[in-house]
């Protein structure tokens, strides 16, 4: 009688300390922008679309393809962060016929409210590692980042 192979869908394997934690801040991190978006008085889209523009300049039809909602959709997003203050809608400089969304101190300060503790705690954590600790979780999360993509 032949022993069953341990595969990827064995509970044990999943088990592992690291697994449970991971999924835990994977779960963690699907809930946290919600919860941010709720308690900024945004919907998750608004803020998320604000973290976008943190990062970065976008066009609302820019928006509407990280978000995966429709450009009327997208629309409507940026109507109601225009309303609170949060983004500006400019002429594009290199095409005068688009629009780009400038982010105002009012977004920036909005995002940067919600989530400062959170980087905070981040960069405490981080600034504990050794180097050898560092590559190790570095090699790590670029292995978690890649099998979670796989999926996308």
Known sequence: ?????????????????????????????????????RRAGLSPHELTALELLVADQHGPSDLARHLGVTSAAASGIVDRLVARGHVERVPDEHDRRRRRLDLTDSGRREVVAHLTPMFEALVDLDRGLSEGDRAVVEEFLRGAIDAVERIL
């Open 1 to 37: 009688m032949s022993e069953a192979r341990s595969g990827p869908h064995d509970a044990d394997a999943l088990a592992s300390s690291t697994l449970v934690l991971l999924r835990r801040l994977l779960d963690a991190g699907a809930r946290s922008g919600p919860t941010v978006a």
